[in-house]
């Protein structure tokens, strides 16, 4: 049977969740339990890219003092984001957005992650859960005696109850324009003609679809879009759609900064990693996470960045 929503969900999260009912999975627990953490990371990848771009377009709005506990060493963490760097990053983003009352473009954020008194919800508590299971076995404390059976029956209800709470993603879906035409007539307003692609489901099958729309959103940039008033929420530099770098086209995620500035994406399922060297918006990728981590910076505070 079909898992719930494995066609609907972004395309970064179902590239992982649409494996676990193959036959690859279904004929070897090992794989299944590989394939539940990686979607679990999957998750945690396009949720904290959500939030810090929420943080991101809340400091060019208004710069304010950010949190001891986002900010804190947030530049050595952000250089080599792990699965619980992109968590830590979910939960104090949120925390520091909400202190500061900021009006999200995704308001059901906070509530993914924090109940109204401020507690953790299940879903919270099931993704450090399954931070734990994925930390467990990187550093092998189990190795030798594994029982994937039992793992996979612990670990898949956890992974359902994060999916449980996303279900709010359903309202918005992620796109990308490869071109944009200006239709417009002498008497008419001018309307602007996206050639889209849409991420949802697997990344086997990127839906297309043309759309005139009153404004332009910016082309080459991966954005969420609001299905009920169609604004956006532009997730370049951490979330970006690469038809030439990397191995084929695919969606990246960031994943790690160098020293000299270059950054690291990897695919979400086929295309590999590259550097930004590679792609032909390597520069302004570049820039876009200098950017990023210069906010930070600067409304640091007194914490360490």
Not at 86 to 108: D, H, S
Not at 182 to 206: D, M
């Amino acid at each position: 049977m079909p898992l719930p929503y494995e066609d609907i969900y972004p395309t970064p999260i179902a590239a992982y969740y649409s494996k676990l009912h193959t036959d690859e999975c279904l004929s070897s627990e090992e794989t299944q339990f590989k394939y539940i953490l990686c979607t679990a990371e999957a998750i945690a990848r396009f949720v904290g890219a959500m939030v810090l771009c929420e943080c991101r377009d809340a400091l060019e709005q208004r710069p304010a003092p950010l949190s001891a506990g986002l900010a804190a060493d947030f530049s050595k963490r952000f250089k080599r984001p792990s699965f619980g760097v992109w968590v830590q990053c979910v939960r104090e983003g949120l925390k520091w957005l909400t202190a500061q009352e900021t009006q999200l473009f995704v308001p059901e954020l906070p509530g993914f992650y924090f109940e109204p008194n401020g507690k953790e919800t299940p879903a919270a508590q099931a993704l450090n859960q399954l931070v734990t299971a994925r930390n467990k076995l990187a550093h092998g404390d189990s190795a030798g005696y594994l029982d994937f059976e039992q793992l996979c029956a612990a670990n898949l209800p956890l992974l359902m109850q994060v999916l449980a709470g996303l279900e709010f993603l359903l309202k918005y879906e992620l796109l990308f324009a490869s071109k944009i035409e200006v239709r417009k007539t002498r008497r008419r307003q001018a309307g602007f003609l996206h050639y889209l692609s849409k991420f949802a489901g697997a990344p086997s099958n990127f839906k297309g679809a043309k759309e005139i729309h009153e404004e332009f959103m910016d082309p080459a940039l991966v954005v969420l879009q609001r299905v009920a008033d169609g604004k956006k929420l532009v997730m370049d530099p951490l979330l970006v759609f690469e038809p030439a770098a990397g191995k084929a086209p695919d969606i990246f995620f960031y994943n790690g900064l160098f020293d000299n500035g270059e950054v690291l994406y990897m695919a979400c399922r086929w295309g590999g990693e590259f550097k930004s060297a590679a792609a032909a918006r390597g520069q302004e990728l570049a820039a876009e996470v200098s950017h990023l981590l210069e906010l930070f910076k600067q409304n640091a505070g007194g914490a360490s960045v």
